[in-house]
């Protein structure tokens, strides 16, 4: 069982058999990319979505 | 009269619908004659208004009466399938049983029917804006070909020279690759601009709304109705809206013309960079400076949008994950939708993370410059059916290459436009994208604007 087969297990996602070996073989090139952006060293780097206290009718 | 009106841009269209030598009833008509006689191949509208002819009287009525509303008065426009409508169901490009939509106007329609633009139809859509083929629809320039997409309805229809404006959306590149695929010209406005309120959501804070149109003036008349803050839609930004028909006509001699040399250069069609490179030399000759940069930054940023796009998209689905609804989906985009579970917190964070340094970079990168060119898409339109294609030296997915130059855009939420610079050698159009500073509208039109009066590529229509 490879990295991501032990999320889709470990997240309890529910996909029959042939539909998760087809999910899983279409992520394989994205989760390349997002392995990528793993190897960034961005502690010092806040967030571009930045967290507010004010109610959604008073943003904006 | 001119035989076919609404084939023309609307300063001319709204110069003579303001002077009665034209009626929107008229133009209506030739609009849906057209309809009625292209669509059949295109396939690119999936509803039309039925009162159509009602809001094109009303709009005669008030005209004669002295009560002009504005460029767009009497003009017929087409809305994209997630736009929400009073008048027209909405779908957001899908067939699946159990998923329903509001019958509500979207604030971007409320807006154009404000300003009295006649909405006469909804176009055709990638299934919930996930993707950018855009079946069954084709490309007006060769109908064995794709229009693009996510608004690849709204593509072909433009080009079709059906409406001068059709509204898209924009989470990667959706309403300027099928400007580019399709020769029309599309612009993306700030983050922040334009509401999405009303607009079927596909990733919060990548949606962009806009218009595809004739020409940059008609993507401007569309900007300066649909622009302004929004509370219903919380990525609204209180920021003064200028009237954009003031960058039009503008003189460039003093643009200063940023070039990424990396990411968007190097991995094109050649047909392409030719273009693109020539449209470099025409803001050189106008007297134009010419600024080379890279940012590395970008070489992580593709892992970056698929973390919140997908993550985004499966949190909006969740509901139909849950119903089952998604077994109805198209069988690429369920997968899509399923697979969002598979980024984590952390890589969705990092993302955003990323997206700040983006944004700070190019900050300094515009103490320098005041627009960003290059190709919009990195090939021209490819075959229907089609997964796979040459790009540069290397065989490539078509749906990773097409949106490798948009999707930076999206993730910084700057303006960009896509217009028409040229055509490969198999007569199929050429994007040519300009990007410039957050809510600096003006300097991307002026810089669009000098480009295609300086050229003949908007005279240019296909022949169906």
């Given at each position: 069982m490879n990295e991501l087969e032990m999320l889709v297990e470990a997240l309890g996602i529910q996909l029959e058999k042939e539909r998760r070996s087809a999910v899983l073989a279409a992520f394989q090139p994205m989760a390349q990319e997002i392995a990528k952006l793993r190897s960034l060293d961005l502690t010092d780097v806040h967030p571009a979505v930045v967290f507010s206290p004010v109610p959604a009718s008073q943003q904006g | 009269m001119h035989e076919n009106p609404i084939t023309r841009p609307i300063a001319e269209l709204s110069a003579d619908l303001r002077l009665g030598k034209l009626t929107s009833i008229d133009l209506l008509e030739n609009a849906l004659d057209r309809i009625a006689m292209l669509d059949r191949k295109l396939e690119s509208f999936v509803c039309l208004?039925?009162?159509?002819?009602a809001q094109a009287a009303a709009a005669d009525r008030e005209i004669a009466q002295g009560r002009w509303r504005g460029p767009l008065h009497g003009?017929?426009?087409?809305?994209?399938?997630?736009?929400?409508?009073?008048?027209?169901?909405?779908?957001a490009g899908t067939d699946a049983p159990g998923v329903h939509f509001a019958r509500q106007d979207s604030a971007v329609v409320a807006k154009l029917r404000e300003a009295g633009a006649i909405i006469v139809g909804k176009t055709r859509m990638h299934e919930f804006a996930w993707g950018n083929v855009t079946p069954p629809s084709k490309n007006p320039w060769d109908l064995s070909r794709v229009p693009?997409?996510?608004?690849?309805?709204?593509?072909?229809?433009?080009?079709?020279?059906?409406?001068?404006?059709?509204?898209?959306?924009?989470?990667?590149?959706?309403?300027?690759?099928?400007?580019?695929?399709?020769?029309?010209?599309?612009?993306?406005?700030?983050?922040?601009?334009?509401?999405?309120?009303?607009?079927?959501?596909?990733?919060?804070?990548?949606?962009?709304?806009?218009?595809?149109?004739?020409?940059?003036?008609?993507?401007?008349?569309?900007?300066?109705?649909?622009?302004?803050?929004?509370?219903?839609?919380?990525?609204?930004?209180?920021?003064?809206?200028?009237?954009?028909?003031?960058?039009?006509?503008?003189?460039?001699?003093?643009?200063?013309?940023?070039?990424?040399?990396?990411?968007?250069?190097?991995?094109?069609?050649?047909?392409?960079?030719?273009?693109?490179?020539?449209a470099i030399r025409f803001y050189r000759d106008v007297g134009a400076q010419l600024v080379e940069f890279e940012l590395p930054i970008l070489a992580f940023s593709l892992g970056a949008i698929f973390a919140i796009e997908l993550s985004s998209s499966t949190a909006?689905?969740?509901?139909?994950?849950?119903?089952?609804?998604?077994?109805?989906?198209?069988?690429?985009?369920?997968?899509?939708?399923?697979?969002?579970?598979?980024?984590?917190?952390?890589?969705?964070?990092?993302?955003?993370?990323?997206?700040?340094?983006?944004?700070?970079?190019?900050?300094?990168?515009?103490?320098?410059?005041?627009?960003?060119?290059?190709?919009?898409?990195?090939?021209?339109?490819?075959?229907?059916?089609?997964?796979?294609?040459?790009?540069?030296?290397?065989?490539?997915?078509?749906?990773?290459?097409?949106?490798?130059?948009?999707?930076?855009?999206?993730?910084?939420?700057?303006?960009?436009?896509?217009?028409?610079?040229?055509?490969?050698?198999?007569?199929?159009?050429?994007?040519?994208?300009?990007?410039?500073?957050?809510?600096?509208?003006?300097?991307?039109?002026?810089?669009?604007?000098?480009?295609?009066?300086?050229?003949?590529?908007?005279?240019?229509?296909?022949?169906?």
């Amino acid at each position: 069982m490879n990295e991501l087969e032990m999320l889709v297990e470990a997240l309890g996602i529910q996909l029959e058999k042939e539909r998760r070996s087809a999910v899983l073989a279409a992520f394989q090139p994205m989760a390349q990319e997002i392995a990528k952006l793993r190897s960034l060293d961005l502690t010092d780097v806040h967030p571009a979505v930045v967290f507010s206290p004010v109610p959604a009718s008073q943003q904006g | 009269m001119h035989e076919n009106p609404i084939t023309r841009p609307i300063a001319e269209l709204s110069a003579d619908l303001r002077l009665g030598k034209l009626t929107s009833i008229d133009l209506l008509e030739n609009a849906l004659d057209r309809i009625a006689m292209l669509d059949r191949k295109l396939e690119s509208f999936v509803c039309l208004a039925e009162d159509a002819r009602a809001q094109a009287a009303a709009a005669d009525r008030e005209i004669a009466q002295g009560r002009w509303r504005g460029p767009l008065h009497g003009v017929p426009v087409a809305v994209k399938d997630n736009y929400l409508t009073a008048d027209m169901p909405s779908r957001a490009g899908t067939d699946a049983p159990g998923v329903h939509f509001a019958r509500q106007d979207s604030a971007v329609v409320a807006k154009l029917r404000e300003a009295g633009a006649i909405i006469v139809g909804k176009t055709r859509m990638h299934e919930f804006a996930w993707g950018n083929v855009t079946p069954p629809s084709k490309n007006p320039w060769d109908l064995s070909r794709v229009p693009g997409g996510s608004s690849g309805g709204s593509g072909a229809v433009v080009a079709a020279r059906i409406v001068p404006v059709a509204m898209g959306s924009d989470t990667g590149g959706s309403i300027r690759i099928p400007a580019a695929l399709c020769g029309t010209v599309g612009l993306k406005p700030t983050f922040g601009r334009v509401s999405r309120a009303g607009i079927v959501p596909h990733s919060w804070s990548l949606d962009h709304a806009g218009p595809l149109s004739y020409t940059v003036a008609d993507s401007v008349y569309a900007l300066n109705a649909i622009s302004g803050h929004d509370p219903k839609d919380p990525g609204s930004a209180r920021t003064d809206v200028p009237d954009f028909t003031a960058a039009l006509g503008q003189p460039i001699t003093d643009l200063r013309v940023g070039i990424c040399r990396n990411h968007m250069f190097g991995n094109n069609q050649p047909d392409v960079d030719a273009a693109i490179e020539a449209a470099i030399r025409f803001y050189r000759d106008v007297g134009a400076q010419l600024v080379e940069f890279e940012l590395p930054i970008l070489a992580f940023s593709l892992g970056a949008i698929f973390a919140i796009e997908l993550s985004s998209s499966t949190a909006y689905h969740s509901r139909n994950l849950a119903s089952g609804a998604v077994t109805g989906f198209t069988n690429d985009v369920r997968t899509l939708v399923e697979m969002g579970r598979l980024v984590t917190g952390p890589d969705y964070l990092k993302a955003e993370q990323l997206r700040r340094v983006l944004i700070d970079d190019l900050a300094k990168v515009f103490a320098d410059v005041d627009v960003i060119l290059g190709p919009t898409c990195p090939l021209t339109a490819w075959p229907i059916g089609e997964w796979t294609v040459r790009v540069g030296a290397q065989d490539e997915s078509v749906l990773a290459a097409s949106w490798r130059l948009t999707y930076p855009w999206n993730l910084a939420g700057l303006p960009a436009i896509s217009l028409p610079c040229g055509f490969d050698s198999t007569g199929l159009p050429i994007g040519l994208q300009l990007a410039s500073r957050p809510f600096d509208e003006m300097t991307l039109i002026r810089a669009a604007d000098a480009y295609e009066r300086g050229h003949g590529w908007k005279d240019m229509h296909p022949k169906l």
